[in-house]
């Protein structure tokens, strides 16, 4: 039998409404981001294009004795450093609970823990803002019981941050529970058996099964987490606006400001090439390191 | 231990962690219930001494929140459509078409997915000024109507669709079209659902790129309305928390309705990609 084929053209009539708006609204802006990054475009350029130079790469090297930009670069990396282990264990740790073979209501409670993460970020900010209020908020009263002195969450340099992390734990945990559940699901359950044969107790068998056999799901989620940590921008937006003394600045928060409160566009081009370039050695690094092990 | 215990244990431990998860939603809900200066106190209350709709109702009348939330469910319904029809189409053609480039057309699309979308938004932000699309519907929904992302979940699930089943439909003089809404849709719907699902929600949520684009007030979308809101109304707790019920409820319901196709939506990406 002759197999009929499809004509010439199909496809890119299939294709071309995708193509043409990747190409047009997302390629070409990236490439002409990268011409942004080396003019000195600002508000003025804004009405009038004839008065944009070419500054080489004069942006880039400003940025580096821009205090602002490196206080937003060690924020950031604050945030990704710490943020992103802990809500990875975090999310391994739900996991393995709702994973467990005797958990009651298991489906009940992996909607409940995923349901912070479908949950509006601009919303959910507004709401720990009110959680972390230093007088009437929940965690301090929570603190309290304990016996902890009320903390100024958002108020304190040192404290901004940590509030931050714990607002970001509390809503993305459940993102990767998901994909470790799905991750726990595939380990063959005679591993398990044989293990236990063996007469390994829980944590054994959590340390020379679970975690080996979870390796590439341990290596996938913590690229994602960290390229999404990178792009902290609406937590510090809402919740502290950069503060207290650009404690919590991020460098999205950074290049927003510079880019569309004060039009210097081309210096805020800049400071996003660099996030992508930490953001891809941050991916290749994790990627290489895991390799190494192996 | 008795098996009995353990799963005494385990239950414990889940209700637990199921009461931190909830905990701010839930006090979110209360505060939104009481009366005006009720949240100011110590010890906090949990729950509302008299329940007032008063805030739901100031949040309509004077702020002006139906608009808002016109607003975002015209904005994320229409780029639901438009991104399941593109990616859809896109998906399938990457999947079950043969012809030159394809390969490495893809191949290019999928490194593509590293760049951030930040990286674009200040041209973006310029091309869209130069084209009018500036504090428009249009320009906040362009960027949302293609993605990379869910042209690949399409392709990964449009492969299993037979060939002999388009052939076969091809052999009947069916033009491509018909083949794809006849034959092609009924197959990948559970993947196109899945797929509007995301789109959705992450419109819905979005909230830099409105921020950025829409520059006139009674064009905001909820959370840009409510960031907006909340930065202006630091004091009035209780009418915040009412605004951000309004926000997340939406997004909550069509989760529980359609968790199901959320949920593969994120394995399926997680472990082809």
Do not use: C
């Amino acid at each position: 039998m002759v197999r009929p084929r499809s004509s010439r053209w199909a496809p890119w009539v299939f294709l071309a409404p995708a193509l043409v708006l990747i190409g047009v609204f997302f390629l070409l802006p990236v490439t002409a981001a990268f011409l942004l990054s080396v003019t000195d475009f600002d508000l003025y350029a804004l009405a009038d294009r004839s008065v944009v130079r070419f500054v080489g790469l004069g942006n880039y090297s400003n940025l580096l004795s821009n205090p602002d930009f490196v206080r937003a670069l060690r924020n950031t990396f604050y945030f990704v450093m710490v943020g992103g282990p802990l809500s990875i264990v975090a999310s391994l740790g739900a996991a393995l609970l709702v994973s467990a073979k005797l958990a009651p209501y298991k489906s009940f409670f992996r909607t409940v823990y995923f349901a912070p993460v479908v949950t509006t970020l601009v919303a959910v900010a507004v709401v720990w803002r009110y959680m972390l209020n230093t007088r009437y908020g929940l965690l301090n009263y929570a603190l309290g019981g304990l016996g902890i002195a009320p903390v100024d969450w958002l108020g304190d340099p040192a404290w901004a941050m940590p509030a931050i992390i714990i607002m970001a734990v509390w809503k993305n945990f459940g993102y990767n529970m998901v994909i470790f559940v799905a991750g726990l699901q595939n380990i063959p359950a005679d591993l398990y058996e044989a293990a236990e044969l063996d007469g390994a107790k829980a944590w054994h068998r959590f340390r020379h099964v679970t975690l080996p056999m979870l390796r590439p799901t341990l290596l996938f989620v913590s690229v994602i987490t960290l390229i999404g940590y990178f792009q902290l921008f609406a937590e510090p937006y809402v919740m502290t606006q950069g503060g207290p003394s650009k404690s919590t600045q991020s460098i999205v928060l950074l290049m927003y400001e510079e880019g569309f409160r004060w039009w210097r566009m081309g210096n805020a081009a800049a400071i996003a090439f660099v996030l992508f370039a930490i953001m891809l050695v941050g991916t290749a690094l994790q990627l290489l390191l895991r390799r190494g092990e192996e | 231990m008795s098996r009995a215990i353990q799963r005494r244990l385990l239950g414990t431990a889940l209700a637990v962690v199921a009461l931190v998860t909830l905990a701010p939603l839930l006090w979110m809900l209360s505060i939104s219930l009481m009366p005006a200066g009720d949240a100011n106190v110590f010890p906090p209350r949990l729950w509302p001494r008299q329940v007032t709709l008063q805030h739901y109702v100031e949040l309509f009348a004077r702020l002006d929140v139906a608009r808002y939330a016109l607003n975002s469910a015209a904005l994320s319904v229409s780029v639901t459509i438009i991104s399941v029809f593109i990616n859809g189409m896109a998906g399938y053609a990457f999947a079950k078409f043969r012809f030159a480039g394809r390969d490495s057309l893809y191949r290019t699309l999928l490194g593509a997915l590293v760049v951030p979308a930040q990286v674009a938004m200040l041209p973006l932000f310029l091309l869209m000024k130069a084209l009018g699309f500036v504090n428009s519907y249009v320009g906040v929904m362009i960027p949302g109507m293609a993605s990379i992302f869910g042209i690949f979940l399409v392709r990964q699930y449009a492969l299993s669709v037979p060939d002999d089943l388009l052939d076969a439909a091809r052999m009947d003089g069916a033009s491509e079209f018909r083949i794809f809404r006849s034959v092609v849709l009924p197959v990948i719907a559970p993947i196109l659902i899945t797929l509007g699902v995301f789109t959705f929600m992450g419109t819905w949520n979005d909230f830099m790129w409105p921020l950025i684009v829409l520059s006139q007030e009674e064009k905001y979308t909820l959370p840009v309305a409510l960031a907006t809101l909340s930065l202006e109304h630091v004091q009035d707790t209780e009418l915040m928390m009412a605004g951000a019920v309004l926000t997340i409820l939406p997004v909550l319901i069509v989760f529980i309705a359609l968790q199901r196709f959320y949920l593969e939506g994120i394995t399926a990406g997680s472990v082809k990609g």
